[in-house]
């Protein structure tokens, strides 16, 4: 099969040097690190297309029922290492750039991120498309190409500042962009009925028109010749012009209001887990639901002249609320655009979306206004009111007149200030499933967040508990171990069953395997080390232990009580005798994450972090038994330096608070020990990997609720409301600024309970501390983390997917000829 391009290491530089030349229309013998990169890139993706397009031709000829995975966030990081491992051809291209002068590893680095998602939401559906693509799903994923992603965080000063991220500035090699592939999308306007062949119809006109265009990003699985898609949609005026506004002669004008379209699709919303009632967050959710529907729709007309079918060929996930709107989106394409009636069209979209749940925190839950959506999309109005008058009228059959229950499933929602549109209850009707992401998340949504639709409909709930994808979070960020791991388990067939990884339990005690495991953890922290000193200009000793806590910063997440507990060992240091100070185990704790621009407490922590740092950092006394800093803009590439070298991690959000977490299990599954409370995964992974490998600690998920009843009674311990005066006092500076941090945990408040937890968190820390003293014991720890974290793989998550909720099954193309 010679149309393929060859991967021997002659061929690999020729069609590197050649893109130098012919699209990067530079010299071919002279060309930086930075064009480096990006001939590479163009000619890795090369041969993702190839493989691309013999999949998406498979698929075509196959006709499987496919699975479409829509969500407004994809957090993919970078793709050059992940492409050439999953196209297994990094070898190649590590000699044939070494040969032209260039080392992989530093052209590597000139990537930038694709961060197009806020944290563990949109990561998680990055880590989905790797296991989809690496088993053979015939899946496709759905989303937005922002212009600026994520912004990137720089602190001066312990201050938080938001840069915007134009990630396209120098280009995009991974994408491949399709204007003929291209939709019309519609907001404003009015509805008017119309007789169609002696019907009746509703018709949604006026309005301004828009379009989306796709650009396509191949996703390759790991040792499969499956490529999968990732369809970006980017806004772009519409062809058609507003005749009338030409011929007022306002021409100029006429063209820079048709540029406006283009803001849609152009930023990320910062926020995470809370949300907001914007109009432009509106029309970016309606953009996405819209091409995607259209396109799918598209794709299946090709080989059907029905839509009876229609439920059989196509599986929708809703990651999260944010695409519910496809669910009247559905709907009305169905009756107004193909003649269905609304019975008809009701039993297809019913049986076609499943939707995920993501976290617990009411503040998120998306309610738009009716007045919006009235004015932006009317047609969808009608027909969400249709729904909602459908759904009350079957209970009330089920249920007789309970005024109560009406009010509180309703998908309307009546307030003071009007009427809202309660997206997880169209979504909970809509939907065939709806899933958490852990088993405790997942029981909290049938007893706390919807108990009625669960009453009402317990079959449509399920528990998909999460994971991440171990080829880029272990086999390809952590090489030396993943060596180490193949040359125990007799290959590297771990990297498609992570369950393999219990047959290293056998070696968690011995001597030499552990010897060669804590050697590569050191290396790893050196790497660390070095990336801290460029971010942060403290230099650490990487012979202490590394304590790391990076996501989002959040009140629920807790990174106070990390604070606290540092301030803690702090004045323990001050207070200990030069002997006393002999026997304490150096530490260095790293605290990263972003603060959502608007969250006033949450940079006001990050102030404290710093604060503290400066203060610890600085004081002879301490040395190397205490360091504390802050990395800034921690991404999917800070993290991949960060998770292989951590030692212990802190996964310590308020008991009921935490819907999984996911960075927990690339921890584990890098050898480093947890220390959390028993929330989210934490449970499960204490199922996994067994208590007495982890340092748990704290009220448990039950015990909340209680405690928090008794707050205003509660009486914290002496010492954290020392530590909360010492701040007041200005121990760290700044205690103007730092009282309101200190308010929230003090005198009755302290929502999420820091002062129950304080005294059993200083006890786990302490046994960190004591366990850290016998390497040997640590250790055995380590490995028995790396061996219990089989089940956190997103191959298995996506397993569960694929079987209980869409009903799909692999579809795997012949193995091609080519000589790789
Ligand atoms: C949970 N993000 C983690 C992770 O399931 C969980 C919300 C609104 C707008 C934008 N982003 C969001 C989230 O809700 C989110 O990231 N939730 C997280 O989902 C994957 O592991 O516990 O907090």
Known sequence: MDRYLRNDVMSVQESIVNHVEYTMARNRYQFDDFEAYNAAAFSVRDRLIESWNDTQQYFREKSPKRVYYMSMEFLMGRSLLNSLYNLDIKPQYTEALRQLGYEL???????????????????????????????????????????????????????????????????????????????????????????????????????????????????????????????????????????????????????????????????????????????LRLKQQYFMVSATIQDIIRRYLVNHDSFDEFPNQVAVQLNDTHPSLAIPELLRLLIDEHGLSDTKAWEITSKVFSFTNHTVLVDALEKW??????????????????????????????????????????????????????????????????????????????????????????????????????????????????????????????????DMLHDLDKYAEDPEFQAQWRAIKLENKKKLTKLIEEKTGTVVSPNALFDIQVKRIHEYKRQLLNVFSVIHRYNKIKAATPEERKEMVPRVVVI???????????????????????????????????????????????????????????????????????????????????????????????????????????????????????????????????????????????????????????????????????EDYIRAQDLVDETYKDQAKWTTMSIKSTAGSGKFSSDRTIREYAKDIWGIEPCRRPEPGNPR
């Open 105 to 279: 590893e530093t052209l590597v680095d000139k990537e930038r991120d694709a961060a197009l998602g806020n944290g563990g939401l949109g990561r998680l559906a990055s880590c989905f498309l790797d296991s989809m693509a690496t088993q053979d799903l015939p899946a496709w994923g759905y989303g937005i190409r922002y212009q600026y992603g994520m912004f990137r965080q720089t602190v001066n000063d312990g201050f938080q500042h938001e840069h915007p991220d134009y990630w396209l500035n120098f280009g995009n090699p991974w994408e491949i962009e399709r204007p003929y592939i291209s939709y019309p999308i519609k907001f404003y306007g009015g509805v008017e009925k119309q007789i169609i062949d002696g019907h009746e119809v509703n018709k949604w006109v006026g309005g301004e028109d828009i379009s989306a265009v796709a650009y396509d990003n191949p996703i390759p699985g790991w040792n499969t010749p499956t490529t999968i898609n990732l369809r970006l949609w980017s806004a772009k005026p519409s062809r058609e012009f507003d005749l009338e506004s030409f011929n007022t002669g306002d021409y100029v004008q006429a063209i820079l209001a048709k540029q406006r379209a283009e803001t849609i699709s152009s930023v990320l919303y910062p926020d995470d887990r809370t949300y907001q009632g914007k109009e």
């Open 369 to 498: 206004p009716v007045d919006l959506l009235e004015k932006v999309l009317p047609r969808h109005m009608q027909i969400i009111y249709e729904i909602n008058w459908k759904f009350i009228s079957d209970l009330s059959q089920k249920r007789g007149e309970d005024f109560a229950l009406f009010g509180r499933t309703s998908i309307i929602e009546e307030t003071t200030e009007g009427k809202l549109v309660r997206m997880a209850h169209l979504a909970m009707v809509g939907c065939h499933t709806v899933n958490g992401v852990a088993e405790v998340h997942s029981e909290l949504l049938k007893t706390r967040m919807f108990p009625d639709f669960y009453e009402l409909a317990p079959e449509k709930f399920q528990n998909k508990t999460n994971g991440v994808t171990q080829r880029r979070w272990l086999a390809f960020s952590n090489p030396a171990l993943r060596d180490l791991i193949s040359s125990k388990l007799g290959g590297d067939s771990w990297i498609r069953e992570l």
């Open 592 to 758: 990263g994450g972003k603060a959502a621009p608007g969250y006033d407490m949450a940079k006001r922590i990050i102030k404290l972090v710093c604060a503290v740092g400066e203060k610890v950092n600085n004081d002879p006394d301490v040395g190397d038994l205490l360091k504390l800093v802050f990395i800034p803009d921690y991404n999917v590439s800070s993290a991949e330096v960060i998770v292989p070298a951590a030692e212990l991690s802190q996964h310590i959000s308020t008991a009921g608070t935490e819907a999984s977490g996911t960075s927990n299990m690339k921890f584990a599954m890098n050898g480093c020990l947890i220390i959390g409370t028993m929330d989210g995964s934490n449970v499960e992974i204490a199922e996994e990997i067994g208590k007495r490998n982890m340092f748990i600690f704290g009220a448990n998920s039950a015990d909340v609720p209680i405690l928090r009843s008794e707050r205003a009674r509660f009486k914290p311990p002496p010492e954290f409301d020392g530590i909360v005066e010492q701040i007041r006092g200005g121990a760290f500076d700044w205690a103007d600024f730092l009282n309101p941090v200190c308010d929230a945990v003090h005198g009755g408040a302290d929502y999420y309970l820091l002062a129950n937890d304080f």
